[in-house]
């Protein structure tokens, strides 16, 4: 398993002043008794990606985990929870989400399961639900779905625009995401507005004009989907090098439905991540393993469309870094769990259980380009998943089951 790139490094553990005189008094607390803590990282455990210690603890101090190690070695502290022999991870890192939207397109997927066709709108349907609700409501529905995934051991979550399709909606999308997450990514070239139909050029200039300039400030990333349908590779490029000329860092979706440029352009343009990767030639796959471009995989789309399944197999052994994320969305995957995203990857995916949990964790870190969250050692932010079994690998090997019973974030311990 490729472990990542070398931003994967454990940086030293701070303090932080109220002042230049006078530290924060923080309280520490040990998590004791753990049977087995998934680190990933290999000099603090087993020497495996995982970097497993059994018998483990765990030392927070404030928002920060600050000793790792053998449960009998823990340090004295404020406090003292008593994990009962059961495993902690690292909490899921979900790279890639759709969260803000409204409606519903349940009608969309019953018809596809039933094995009829559907010709309703797809996205367009969420696009016109979503421009008629209120902030309110978007906002409410937004959290709701965060409530959802936290719950299952997301600790940290990237979301988009890209169901507003305006300059005034997709502004607000982010908006309302950027008051609950530092991974904020503009999508206005999700797919041309149905206002432009007969004119994409005037839509690509749109979204890298007035609607990049408004959308901005209020995002980290750029995104674009690259695919027949949506937006070619020229169209993409001119759409994530102005986003790159405003401050914003590509990302793309890339090669779901056939082959074409987005892997390629996602590694020319030294895009974080390139998503969904399911049609790819060896010049993608040799491309991806020679560049600091994440693979994301979207398990929750290829179960939810009965579509083929990408070659995770094929670009862990070529030393591609891969990272496992939900595509939370209300079309092609409506699901918010990362554990059925984990099972998923080992059942149909080819992944090991070890690769498929590094990938949910430090991979989507990895695809982030973060450095504090996705691993469990001194310096990182605190964010944990508690299961209620002996071993991560039990994630796969009882899909659907509620394993996660604990959750910390940012040092807060959250109870189920």
Same mark, same amino acid.
């Given at each position: 398993?490729?472990?990542?790139?070398?931003?994967?490094?454990?940086?030293?553990?701070?303090?932080?002043?109220?002042?230049?005189?006078?530290?924060?008094?923080?309280?520490?607390?040990?998590?004791?008794?753990?049977?087995?803590?998934?680190?990933?990282?290999?000099?603090?455990?087993?020497?495996?990606?995982?970097?497993?210690?059994?018998?483990?603890?765990?030392?927070?101090?404030?928002?920060?985990?600050?000793?790792?190690?053998?449960?009998?070695?823990?340090?004295?502290?404020?406090?003292?929870?008593?994990?009962?022999?059961?495993?902690?991870?690292?909490?899921?890192?979900?790279?890639?989400?759709?969260?803000?939207?409204?409606?519903?397109?349940?009608?969309?997927?019953?018809?596809?399961?039933?094995?009829?066709?559907?010709?309703?709108?797809?996205?367009r349907t969420t696009v016109?639900?979503?421009?008629?609700?209120?902030?309110?409501?978007?906002?409410?529905?937004?959290?709701?779905?965060?409530?959802?995934?936290?719950?299952?051991?997301?600790?940290?979550?990237?979301?988009?625009?890209?169901?507003? @399709?305006? !300059?005034? *909606?997709?502004?607000? +999308?982010?908006r309302i995401a950027a %008051?609950?997450? /530092?991974?904020?990514?503009?999508? =206005?070239?999700?797919?041309?507005?149905?206002?432009?139909?007969?004119?994409?050029?005037?839509?690509?200039? @749109?979204? !890298?004009? *007035?609607?990049?300039? +408004?959308?901005?400030?209020?995002? %980290?990333?750029? /995104?674009?989907?690259?695919?027949? =349908?949506?937006?070619?590779?020229?169209?993409?490029?001119?759409?994530?090098?102005?986003?790159?000329?405003?401050?914003?860092?590509?990302?793309?979706?890339?090669?779901?439905?056939?082959?074409?440029?987005?892997?390629?352009?996602?590694?020319?343009?030294?895009?974080?991540?390139?998503?969904?990767?399911?049609?790819?030639?060896?010049?993608?796959?040799?491309?991806?393993?020679?560049?600091?471009?994440?693979?994301?995989?979207?398990?929750?789309?290829?179960?939810?469309?009965?579509?083929?399944?990408?070659?995770?197999?094929?670009?862990?052994?070529?030393?591609?870094?891969?990272?496992?994320?939900?595509?939370?969305?209300?079309?092609?995957?409506?699901?918010?769990?990362?554990?059925?995203?984990?099972?998923?990857?080992?059942?149909?995916?080819?992944?090991?259980?070890?690769?498929?949990?590094?990938?949910?964790?430090?991979?989507?870190?990895?695809?982030?380009?973060?450095?504090?969250?996705?691993?469990?050692?001194?310096?990182?932010?605190?964010?944990?998943?508690?299961?209620?079994?002996?071993?991560?690998?039990?994630?796969?090997?009882?899909?659907?089951?509620?394993?996660?019973?604990?959750?910390?974030?940012?040092?807060?311990?959250?109870?189920?």
């Open positions: 398993m490729n472990t990542g790139p070398a931003a994967m490094n454990n940086p030293p553990a701070t303090s932080t002043p109220t002042s230049t005189n006078s530290p924060v008094a923080t309280v520490t607390t040990a998590i004791v008794n753990i049977a087995s803590l998934v680190t990933n990282d290999p000099s603090l455990g087993d020497g495996t990606p995982l970097g497993l210690i059994q018998d483990a603890a765990v030392v927070i101090d404030g928002d920060r985990i600050v000793w790792v190690g053998e449960s009998s070695k823990a340090p004295a502290t404020d406090n003292r929870v008593d994990a009962e022999g059961r495993a902690v991870i690292p909490g899921f890192v979900d790279s890639h989400s759709h969260l803000v939207f409204a409606g519903d397109r349940t009608q969309e997927f019953n018809a596809r399961m039933s094995g009829r066709s559907y010709t309703a709108g797809g996205i016109a639900a979503t421009r008629a609700a209120s902030d309110e409501e978007l906002e409410a529905n937004l959290l709701r779905y965060l409530d959802e995934a936290l719950r299952q051991g997301t600790t940290t979550f990237e979301t988009k625009s890209g169901y507003g @399709l305006t !300059t005034h *909606d997709e502004a607000r +999308a982010l %008051r609950h997450t /530092d991974e904020v990514t503009y999508l =206005g070239a999700h797919i041309v507005s149905p206002d432009y139909a007969d004119d994409p050029a005037a839509y690509v200039e @749109l979204v !890298t004009g *007035d609607m990049l300039d +408004a959308c901005a400030p209020h995002a %980290r990333w750029v /995104d674009v989907f690259c695919e027949k =349908g949506a937006f070619d590779g020229d169209q993409a490029r001119a759409i994530l090098t102005a986003g790159k000329a405003k401050g914003l860092h590509p990302r793309v979706h890339a090669n779901q439905l056939g082959y074409g440029p987005g892997v390629q352009l996602a590694v020319e343009l030294d895009a974080a991540s390139a998503d969904h990767c399911t049609h790819l030639t060896q010049e993608d796959v040799d491309a991806l393993a020679n560049s600091r471009t994440v693979a994301t995989l979207l398990p929750g789309a290829e179960f939810s469309t009965r579509a083929e399944w990408p070659d995770a197999r094929r670009l862990l052994d070529a030393g591609v870094t891969v990272a496992l994320s939900t595509d939370c969305n209300p079309g092609s995957s409506f699901t918010s769990s990362m554990p059925f995203c984990v099972a998923l990857a080992v059942r149909d995916m080819r992944m090991t259980p070890d690769e498929a949990v590094w990938s949910a964790t430090a991979g989507g870190a990895a695809a982030l380009r973060r450095t504090d969250i996705g691993r469990v050692g001194p310096g990182a932010r605190a964010d944990l998943a508690l299961l209620d079994a002996p071993s991560h690998v039990h994630l796969a090997y009882r899909p659907g089951v509620p394993l996660v019973t604990e959750v910390w974030r940012r040092g807060e311990r959250i109870a189920r």
